[in-house]
């Protein structure tokens, strides 16, 4: 196409970006989410083409290593587990426009908190399940909690960015624990504390085999339960309840929220409270749950990182965090599966970008206009 | 409609269609401009004249329509090219650097200097410019150390500087003292002389018509007057021709004896954000039933006022009592649960959340209390129910109360604050500019919920740059300059009064009540 044709073109016909003035209809949001991972997963195709591979053979597989049957839809959900009670924990803070990018080490003095109940010990080994859970579960949140209060109160009093707070928190609570599994709690000198005692475990669906045989060799444990109990207790807490209003106020707008007589001290410090505990839950989780001891390496594996993405794509909504989890457990399991690192990555960040530019829709509308013909050239 | 002849007329814009998402901004839209004259575009806010003008400086393209600029036909795709065509705009919100001197700012995005900045030459170039046209600045004063007037002149020498000969004026009163709008006016004769044509873009009735040789009057989008003489046409022709009805100027105020001091002000001090001093010993009382105006130029202490009497900003000395009660550096709350309301003058930023929907919007107020919430649990259902009461109550014009404020005009979202503030039934009201940006229609509707709140009993401290709002509405007027009580006037009837206007008008540009008695108004020309 020569030139003018091209200038000619440009004359008749325009690309129109305008911001929405309207709200879109429920479904568009949705729409436009599933549009963008099918775009991903076209670019991904490209790219599993190009380094040789079969891009619909490696879908399939991936499909199937996260969801192909019950087993590894277990796995799955187990990867999920955690993630839940991060991003649960991330969406909070974030609902109040509070970064907390420390739900890693948030999470990992959850795990060390319900550690210490066997390990220091606070309840002898033969103590009941019964009491073993709800105990790690309260030090879990409690540890989390102390570790979101910290950050949290210098941003209220003294007006710390909390992103170079939680972030560095984060590098805090590993070496913490590291000296703790080195030190103190060593099983023969190896970086990792003795086994828990079995009642000290989070009941796993394999345990239930014998009364339902569609149950044997299911990893899923209690976690995802306790996931999903604090994702709906999370949900009411933001839109039904005054604190979680307060909460919305504060986010959208502190200088109404100050108008409106919050305090948003308070709030800061109590938010990010709430934000550490929910973390804190994910690794009483996972170190109740899957790791049955005090390990930094099988902990620190960055859930708490990818809990910020998935608060994120989830709209901070608590109830679609739960299933953003687990397309991002699959995601992760099934990564594994093809290769350790490297395409399944790449994938997984094409996915991402392509969803977080989708939000652009939301805000944009695109239309294609005829611009007026009488412009001739000048 | 006059026909120009060809030969003189600058600008010529014919058709122009501009459309935003569900609004037509701007419909078929003529307009002439001819060489030196002053011609106005008068409208109210939204009838699309700030639109239009846009279109003409190159900020936004018409969908359909052409300009023509000395009778050739042109299309700008951004300010640079209307600039090269001689068109300049001075916008409402200046765009100066605030901590770079004025010439800096004159030349910034120009060709020329290079790359040695040799400001000295600059400085004295802009200063003959200055010169030429009254626009008196000192080039080497930072833009921060200058008042709005003068920045705004800056505005204007930056348009001169880059050889603009049509110059687009958006609302340039709106930040300006009476004196120094005379200056303004003075500095706009000085450029039609020159041969410059000006475009004087305002809603005011009485300077379109002390200023403008010719008038185009814009409503929703569409010229309801083209290229009217201004001499031809009188105040109530041309607000018919804005609001499309009749408009009544007065409003209707009963006289009422004021009741017991509501609020009590004594000698207020406090800072605004730069930590400098805003209010300087502010004394003011408001009774119950009264309405109490504070009048004066934007900027002097009345935002800092309503702050440190709402509880959002401390005070450093002095004490603000409520039916008695010091409320004065306290909790906002406090004032919130003894009867205080405040409608801010920043709607979209102080007195609304933005993305939250217009039921979260109103429950600002009251979510604490019963109904809306009963042990820390909100009743979503009665907040609603109150929101569709307010809604119907207020006229509130939005497709739910679900809808997101963000999307509500100026004039509904202002009845979304108002209903709020109002509802919480306050025996004092805080409000600040209730009416900026709002239509005709609109601000009749606001001024007759501030008229009900006094009827009601209510103490209400109305706040506002409006001189006729405050006129008609007040029954006493306070006047503030430079965080310094000025005078109080009494307001008798709701008929102006001429040399209480110009007493006014000496008293916010800083002359004290008690001198302007001694020296009598007349010794004062």
Redesign the interface.
């Given at each position: 196409m020569t030139e003018s044709t091209l200038a000619k073109r440009r004359r008749s016909y325009r690309i129109k970006i305008?911001?929405?003035?309207?709200?879109p209809s429920a479904w568009f949001p949705a729409a436009v989410s599933l549009g963008a991972i099918f775009i991903a997963l076209i670019l991904g195709g490209i790219l599993i083409s190009v380094a040789g591979g079969n891009p619909i053979a490696s879908y399939m597989h991936i499909a199937r290593a996260s969801f192909g049957d019950i087993g590894v839809l277990s796995d799955t959900i187990v990867k999920a587990t955690p993630i839940i009670l991060t991003a649960l924990a991330c969406s909070i803070a974030f609902r109040m426009k509070l970064w907390n990018i420390g739900a890693e080490g948030q999470f990992i003095m959850g795990a060390f908190g319900a550690s210490a109940i066997v390990l220091a010990p606070v309840l002898p080994a033969e103590a009941s399940r019964w009491l073993f859970i709800p105990i790690m579960a309260m030090a879990g949140m409690a540890a989390g909690a102390i570790w979101g209060f910290i950050p949290g109160y210098l941003k209220a009093k003294f007006n710390v960015n909390e992103i170079i707070s939680t972030l560095m928190m984060n590098y805090i609570a590993i070496s913490w624990v590291n000296f703790w599994v080195f030190a103190v709690w060593t099983e023969g000198g190896f970086q990792m504390s003795p086994k828990f005692p079995e009642t000290a475990w989070l009941p796993r669906l394999s345990q239930y085999a014998a009364s339902i045989p569609v149950f044997r060799g299911l990893t899923t444990h209690a976690g995802l339960f306790l996931g999903i109990v604090a994702a709906v207790v999370l949900w009411f807490i933001v839109y039904?309840?005054?604190?979680?209003?307060e909460i919305?106020?504060i986010g959208?707008?502190p200088?109404?929220?100050?108008?409106?007589?919050i305090?948003i001290t308070r709030n800061t410090v109590w938010v990010m409270m709430l934000s550490g505990a929910l973390a804190g839950l994910g690794g009483m989780s996972e170190v109740a749950g899957v790791v049955h001891r005090l390990q930094t390496a099988p902990l620190a594996a960055g859930y708490g990182f990818t809990g910020i993405i998935v608060a994120w794509l989830a709209k901070l909504n608590p109830l679609v965090i739960i299933i953003v989890s687990i397309l991002f457990g699959a995601l992760i399991l099934a990564g594994r599966e093809i290769q350790p690192s490297g395409v399944p990555k790449m994938i997984q960040g094409i996915i991402l970008v392509c969803l977080i530019a989708s939000d652009y829709l939301l805000r944009y509308?695109v239309r294609l206009?005829r611009?007026?013909t009488?412009?001739?050239e000048? | 409609m006059t026909e120009a002849t060809s030969s003189n007329v600058v600008v010529e814009m014919k058709g122009i269609v501009k459309r935003?998402?569900?609004?037509l901004a701007s419909d078929h839209v003529d307009f002439q401009l001819r060489a030196g004259e002053i011609h106005a575009l008068l409208g109210e806010n939204g009838a699309g004249k700030s639109t239009l003008m846009n279109v003409l400086a190159g900020l936004y393209r018409q969908?359909?329509?052409?300009i023509k600029v000395n009778g050739k036909?042109?299309?700008f795709s951004s300010p640079r090219d209307a600039i090269q065509a001689g068109i300049g705009m001075v916008h409402q919100h200046f765009m100066l650097v605030p901590s770079q001197t004025v010439t800096e700012n004159i030349l910034l995005g120009l060709d020329e200097p290079r790359f040695f900045m040799r400001l000295q030459e600059y400085d004295s170039k802009i200063a003959e410019l200055g010169e030429r046209f009254g626009l008196k600045v000192d080039p080497r004063a930072k833009i921060w150390q200058l008042s709005v007037g003068v920045q705004q002149r800056v505005e204007l020498l930056k348009m001169l500087y880059r050889g603009a000969n049509v110059l687009i004026m958006d609302e340039p009163t709106a930040v300006l003292a009476p004196t120094e709008i005379e200056g303004l006016f003075q500095t706009l004769h000085a450029m039609i002389a020159d041969g410059k044509s000006v475009i004087f873009i305002s809603h005011k009735l009485q300077e379109v018509t002390a200023i403008a040789d010719h008038v185009t009057v814009l409503r929703r989008g569409v010229a309801t007057a083209s290229n009217v003489p201004s001499k031809g046409v009188s105040r109530q022709e041309l607000a018919k021709l804005m609001v499309g009805r009749e408009v009544v100027f007065f409003v209707d105020k009963k006289p009422q004896p004021a009741g017991d001091v509501i609020l009590d002000v004594k000698d207020l001090h406090a800072e605004n954000d730069k930590g400098l001093p805003a209010l300087r010993g502010v004394s003011l009382n408001v009774r119950a039933g009264e309405i109490v105006g504070v009048a004066g130029v934007a900027g002097n202490g009345q935002n800092e006022l309503s702050q440190v009497i709402?509880?959002?900003r401390k005070c450093t000395q002095g004490e603000v009592h409520l039916s008695g009660d010091k409320i004065s550096n306290r909790?906002?709350?406090y004032?919130?649960?003894h009867g205080m309301s405040?409608v801010?003058e920043?709607r979209t930023?102080?007195?609304?959340?933005?993305?939250?929907s217009v039921t979260?919007n109103v429950?600002?107020?009251n979510?604490?209390k019963s109904p809306i919430?009963n042990r820390?649990?909100?009743d979503?259902g009665a907040a609603t129910k109150f929101a569709k009461e307010l809604k119907a109550a207020y006229d509130i014009v939005v497709p739910t109360v679900n809808?997101?404020v963000r999307?509500l005009s100026g004039g509904n979202l202002q009845r979304v604050i108002l209903a709020r503030e109002i509802s919480g039934h306050p025996n004092f009201m805080v409000a600040v500019q209730p009416t900026r940006g709002l239509d005709v229609g609109a601000i009749e509707g606001v001024h007759r919920l501030l008229l009900t709140q006094r009827e009601a009993g209510a103490a209400v401290l109305l706040i506002s740059e409006e001189l006729e709002e405050l006129l008609s509405l007040s029954d006493r007027v306070y006047v503030i300059y430079e965080g310094r009580i000025m005078g109080e006037i009494k307001v008798q009837s709701a008929e102006p009064d001429e040399s209480m206007i110009e007493a006014i008008g000496l008293m916010m540009t800083g002359t004290p009540l008690e001198q302007i008695q001694k020296e009598g108004v007349a010794a004062h020309d």
């Open positions: 305008e911001p929405r003035l309207d709200e039904r309840s005054r604190w979680g209003y919305r106020l959208d707008n200088h109404a929220a100050k108008y409106a007589g305090n509308r206009v611009v007026g009488d412009g001739e000048a | 935003f998402p569900g609004v969908d359909a329509g052409i036909q042109v299309e709402a509880g959002l909790d906002t709350l004032g919130i649960e405040y801010p920043d930023h102080v007195g609304s959340a933005p993305n939250l979260d429950i600002m107020k979510y604490r919430s820390g649990v909100l979503m809808t997101p999307l």
